[in-house]
Every structure is written in structure tokens, then in C-alpha cells.
Nanobody, 122 residues
Framework: AQVLAESGGGSVQAGGALRLSCRAA??????MGWFRQAPGKEREGVSC????????YYANSVKGRFTISKDNGNKTLYLQMNSLKPEDTAMYFC?????????????????WGQGTQVTVSS
């Protein structure tokens, strides 16, 4: 089983930036992704990367603002979030053990972290 631990969330004003980290306790050479869930809404895909970084996908809502990256040596997945907007407010989760495709579907991933809260104020 894989254990994932997110960190880096917080409260920022619109236009600000945050970098989320996800540390994996086990196997890291795997497809991984970031998802988010706002209160009362379904979990949505934000971005995912293949195990080697060769294939990366972003949701349209974050393209040009968010960047996913993976450091296999440190067993860590990152999400750099710039130009944050109030609508980015959500609990952010990292996931692994799944298929990374342009659809960035939560149902394609098997392992999940506990999440880290991101709040963007206007």
C-alpha cells in the first residue's frame, strides 16, 4: 500500500502563490496527480503526470497558472500554484497508483492522501 502526505496549503489573497508538496512513503515510480474538492462539489482533477514526467495534463481552469512536477529521488510530487483565484479554494489531494490521462479522473487512481486546505480570499 502507498501512503501519501500533502503539505503546503494555507490562506492567501487572490493573485498570490502557494506550492503544495506530496511525500510518498513507498513506491514513487508511478503516475501521480492532484485533485481538489470544494464544499458541496465533486472531486475534480487538477493535474497529473506520468511516472517519468513525459506526459502531463492540466484542467483547463488551471492551465498557465499551475505547474506539476515530480522529484523521484525525494519521493515528492509538487504543485506550484500561481495567480490564485477565489475559485481555487478547496481541499487539495494527491493521488497515485493510477492512470494519468487528459481526463484526470479520480476514479483512475487508487491511493490518496488526507488533503491540504487552500483558501484564496478576494
Amino acid at each position: 500500500a502507498q501512503v501519501l502526505a500533502e503539505s503546503g496549503g494555507g490562506s492567501v489573497q487572490a493573485g498570490g502563490a502557494l506550492r503544495l508538496s506530496c511525500r510518498a512513503a513507498g513506491y514513487i515510480l508511478d503516475n501521480m496527480g492532484w485533485f481538489r474538492q470544494a464544499p458541496g462539489k465533486e472531486r475534480e482533477g487538477v493535474s497529473c503526470t506520468s511516472w517519468d514526467g513525459a506526459h502531463i495534463y492540466y484542467a483547463n481552469s488551471v492551465k498557465g497558472r499551475f505547474t506539476i512536477s515530480k522529484d523521484n529521488g525525494n519521493k515528492t510530487l509538487y504543485l506550484q500554484m500561481n495567480s490564485l483565484k477565489p475559485e481555487d479554494t478547496a481541499m487539495y489531494f494527491c493521488a497515485s497508483g493510477g492512470k494519468c490521462s487528459a481526463r484526470i479522473r479520480a476514479s483512475d487512481f487508487g491511493y490518496w492522501g488526507q488533503g491540504t486546505q487552500v483558501t484564496v480570499s478576494s
